[in-house]
């Protein structure tokens, strides 16, 4: 089992940055792949950035690419999503995942999930 837990989240204005935070309890953190995702309302969850378990290999939505970075501590049990440049339409709740298939871009390829954290971008 993992339990998953985001931080980070809040209000930006267009153009600003933001660094979320997802931490992983348990000691097979490092054996996990992330991902991270994004839902707004009324919308389906969608696929943002995923790492590999080592955290050498990283993969990116069209949407966010150059724009935001994901990366991992595996000594912390950490995985973070730096975002830069942010625009309105990248408001949403935003969920981290873990799951044992690198660089899945699909919610049903992963395994745990957090309880989600919001950000809201201002124009």
């Known amino acids: 089992q993992v339990q998953l837990v985001e931080s980070g989240g809040g209000l930006v204005q267009a153009g600003g940055s933001l660094r979320l935070s997802c931490a992983a309890s348990?000691?097979?953190?490092?054996?996990?792949?992330m991902g991270w995702f994004r839902q707004a309302p009324g919308k389906e969850r969608e696929f943002v950035a995923a790492?590999?378990?080592?955290?050498?290999?990283?993969y990116y939505a069209d949407s966010v690419k150059g724009r935001f970075t994901i990366s991992r501590d595996n000594a912390k049990n950490t995985v973070y999503l730096q975002m830069n440049s942010l625009k309105p339409e990248d408001t949403a709740v935003y969920y981290c995942?873990?799951?044992?298939?690198?660089?899945?871009?699909?919610?049903?390829?992963?395994?745990?999930w957090g309880q989600g954290t919001q950000i809201t971008v201002s124009s």
């Open positions: 790492i590999s378990n080592t955290g050498s290999v990283t």
């Open positions: 995942a873990a799951g044992k298939i690198e660089l899945a871009t699909t919610t049903a390829e992963y395994d745990y």
């Open positions: 348990g000691r097979t953190f490092s054996t996990y792949a």
